[in-house]
T-cell receptor
């Protein structure tokens, strides 16, 4: 079983839509989680950390479900600029990356 | 500098040659990671440094790969006798200890072995 697994998508949504996707992790002792975004042929950039209580940053909401060992990312009122690959990251001192979920927002 | 700096940004080398990739982390970041990403693939962990020591070298694909870090700052990743399957983008990331504020990536070195 992979350490971090994501639905690869692609999610193709119109502007203004809400899109959500999950990521599962295998190590029940994992404590730190992040969402990164990666644009085509660019390096990953930190989008947000994921806290136990869930957290929001503008149109982005991240949730952690320890019992089921998954984290989620929800994007509200999606913009064209949200088109990217979203990477789920579990930090057990060694960052383990999911393969990414591709989101395409169309006009 | 303000960010993680990697050099060269692009490297084309002939099969069998050695290459050296450099990473300058953000000043004060004690943790440094090397990853590689093949076209259309996810990030593959290579090695992790805490200060100058490498507690985890488990991701290095073969003994042709080595890395070092000196002065708790600059790191170099060396690939000896390069093979075509080594072609990828090599990414470096750094963070403060514990990584609580996330990790910052450099823009990578795109290595092409011909």
């Amino acid at each position: 079983r992979k350490e971090v697994e994501q639905d690869p998508g692609p999610f193709n949504v119109p502007e203004g839509a809400t899109v959500a996707f999950n990521c599962t992790y295998s190590n029940s002792a994992s404590q730190s989680f992040f969402w990164y975004r990666q644009d085509c042929r660019k390096e990953p950039k930190l989008l947000m950390s994921v806290y136990s209580s869930g957290n929001e940053d503008g149109r982005f909401t991240a949730q952690l479900n320890r019992a089921s060992q998954y984290i989620s990312l929800l994007i509200r009122d999606s913009k064209l600029s949200d088109s990217a690959t979203y990477l789920c990251v579990v930090d057990d001192y060694k960052l383990s990356f999911g393969a990414g979920t591709t989101v395409t927002v169309r006009a | 500098g303000a960010g993680v700096s990697q050099s060269p940004s692009n490297k084309v080398t002939e099969k069998g040659k050695d290459v050296e990739l450099r990473c300058d982390p953000i000043s004060g970041h004690t943790a440094l990671y090397w990853y590689r990403q093949s076209l259309g693939q996810g990030l593959e962990f290579l090695i992790y440094f805490q200060g100058n020591s490498a507690p985890d070298k488990s991701g290095l694909p073969s003994d042709r790969f080595s890395a070092e870090r000196t002065g708790g700052s600059v790191s170099t990743l060396t690939i000896q006798r390069t093979q075509q399957e080594d072609s990828a983008v090599y990414l470096c990331a750094s963070s403060f200890i514990g990584g609580h504020y996330g990790y910052t990536f450099g823009s990578g070195t795109r290595l092409t072995v011909v």
